[in-house]
């Protein structure tokens, strides 16, 4: 593939299977323990290499067209990094809802990041990606290399672990947004438990290569969300009643998913609570392979001849 050839690169959303708020930090964030996992749901980027350094964005979602959208940022940020002279002119095309729980934004400033380190030659190693890429967001660094894994800090630091059980996941759109900051702004000092048995349960079945516990799936955000829009938890009630076993915020939410073993199951509950008038979609879990494939520019070896 030459070069200065444009490339299309998915950048996943991930769910929180669980997310323990352990305390309040004196720089303002929480101190986090969360199982992040990226999912089927994904933005697109077109990313077309410039001889000279300029860098441009367009997307088809009007209000991200600013220049401090995270996948700009994130552009700009590979170039102070390394010095390097290159440019690039970026298409993002949005399917991840923005302000939903499930790092659109985050995934598409790590997806830029990962694909321009590779397209433009950079050879930055990942550590060092998931260093620079923290000054973006908290959640960043987790989308460098996806999959299953560990982050803790305010969210930052990242332990990659063992890809969890392969499920589907419904999701479901509460008609409303929720700022990161306002959700955790919420939170009530009982919300906030001083320990988390949940994290280690989940951490220790992914660790052992068996099915996830669903009934260890947490997150502390959830009372905040829940009290603080009626319809989220309006909507968790229907989910719930409809016939998922589990339904749970994703992040900060208003994103809920409920996690099933088959198909036939996670369709039947798609069915109904779209019968429902729910804004719903199927997605599955991703592993860390599939999103370095989908990065990776390395030429695919053409079938053999004879
Ligand atoms: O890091 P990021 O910009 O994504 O965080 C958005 C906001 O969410 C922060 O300004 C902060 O108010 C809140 N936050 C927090 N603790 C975290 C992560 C985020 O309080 N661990």
Redesign the pocket.
């Known amino acids: 593939m030459p070069a200065d050839m444009p490339i299309f690169v998915p950048a996943f959303a991930k769910i929180n299977l669980t997310l323990a708020v352990l305390g309040r930090r004196s720089d303002?964030?929480?101190?986090?323990a969360s199982v992040m996992q990226t999912v089927s749901l994904y933005d697109t980027l077109r990313i077309a290499p410039r001889a000279e350094g300029a860098l441009t964005c367009a997307t088809d979602l009007p209000e991200l067209d600013i220049p401090d959208n995270l996948a700009l940022r994130a552009a700009h940020l590979a170039q102070a990094t390394t010095t390097t002279l290159i440019g690039a002119d970026i298409e993002l095309h949005k399917e991840i809802p923005v302000q939903a729980g499930l790092g659109g934004g985050?995934s598409d400033a790590a997806a830029v990041l990962a694909a321009l380190n590779a397209l433009w030659g950079l050879r930055l190693p990942t550590a060092r990606l998931e260093q620079v890429s923290a000054t973006l967001?908290?959640?960043v660094p987790f989308f460098v290399r996806g999959g299953t894994a560990l982050v803790s800090g305010?969210?930052e630091r990242v332990h990659a672990l063992p890809d969890a059980e392969a499920l589907w996941f419904v999701l479901v759109q509460p008609p409303v947004r929720v700022a990161?900051?306002a959700a955790?702004?919420a939170l009530a000092p009982a919300d906030v438990a001083a320990s988390d048995p949940h994290t280690p349960a989940i951490v220790a079945a992914i660790r052992r290569g068996q099915p996830l516990p669903l009934d260890q799936l947490a997150n502390t955000l959830e009372l905040p969300v829940l009290r603080s829009y009626p319809v989220v938890a309006r909507t968790r009630a229907l989910l719930l009643a409809a016939g998922a076993p589990q339904a749970r915020v994703s992040g900060s939410g208003p994103t809920l998913y409920a996690p099933f073993r088959t198909l036939a199951e996670a369709a039947a509950l798609l069915a109904r609570v779209r019968q429902e008038g729910m804004l719903a979609r199927l997605c599955r879990s991703v592993s860390r392979l599939e999103v370095m494939h989908s990065r990776s520019l390395a030429p695919i070896a053409p079938p053999r001849a004879g």
Not at 28 to 32: D, I, K, Q, S, W
Request: proline letters at 0%; charged letters at 25%; a neutral charge.
């Open positions: 303002g964030y929480h101190e986090l985050s967001g908290s959640d305010r969210g990161t900051r955790f702004q």
